[in-house]
Each structure stands twice: as C-alpha cells, then as structure tokens.
C-alpha cells in the first residue's frame, strides 16, 4: 500500500485531492508525449519501487527515442501528469484536470534526477 499526499481541489480548495487507487500516468516532455509514455500504477498492489522503476523506463524510452534525432532541441519540461485524482469530499473532478503526481505518488529529487541521468546517457540537452 503507498500512501500518496493530498493537494488542493480545483472545486472546493480543500486539501482533499488524492490519486484514486489505480489509474494512469502520462509523461509530457515539453507538452509533447510518446504514445508509450504511459504507465500505470495501483497504490494497493504496487511497491514504491516498481512504480519508480516503471517512471524510469518511460523516461528511458522517451529520450533513447529523442536521442536518436539529428537536430533535436534542449527540452525544457518534463511533466508527469494524471487525470485519476478525485476529490474526498466528493467535487466532480473534470476529465481534462491533470495535476502533476511529482511528489504525490514519487519523490521530487527521485524524477529530477534520473530526468537528468538520462537525458545525458543520451545526449539530450535539457534547459531549466
Ligand atoms: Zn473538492
């Protein structure tokens, strides 16, 4: 069981917004993703370290792909974004609401860092 933090609804700012049990993650990297740049996690099954590894193999996937181009630009964002969060005090949650799940379901420095530990295996060129 991972217990993930709570953050603010979009509809009545209380801090009852939790990731629902099982859902999706989609990585965007500058606004843009793969259609492999997914995974799923399911916070009563699921161990913290196979979701991080899951995380790091989409980020792997992404930027051995991006790697590969001859003129590719710096990337300036990388998002981690989920529309499975509902609201404990039951707010309709819209489907186009995508908070990020960095800190929520993984650690902040754990993404960044392997961020930048892959997109130098690479080559990629990362710019913030
Ligand atoms: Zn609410």
């Known amino acids: 069981m991972i217990l993930t933090k709570h953050s603010y609804c979009p509809k009545c700012f ?55 181009f001859d003129h590719k630009l710096p990337i300036k964002k990388v998002e981690a974004l989920s529309p499975d969060f509902k609201c404990l005090d039951g707010c309709s949650i819209e489907n186009n609401f995508q908070p990020s799940v960095v800190s929520i379901l993984f650690d902040q ?7 930048r530990d892959l997109a130098s295996s690479y080559g990629v060129e990362l710019d913030f």
């Open 109 to 115: 420095k754990f993404f960044e860092s392997s961020v």
């Open 14 to 68: 209380n801090t009852s917004l939790e990731l629902k049990t099982s859902g999706k993650v989609y990585l965007y990297f500058d606004g843009k993703k793969k259609e492999s740049s997914i995974f799923i996690y399911n916070l009563e099954n699921d161990l913290q370290d196979e979701i991080n590894t899951r995380l790091v193999s989409r980020i792997e996937d992404f930027f051995k792909w991006y790697g590969g």
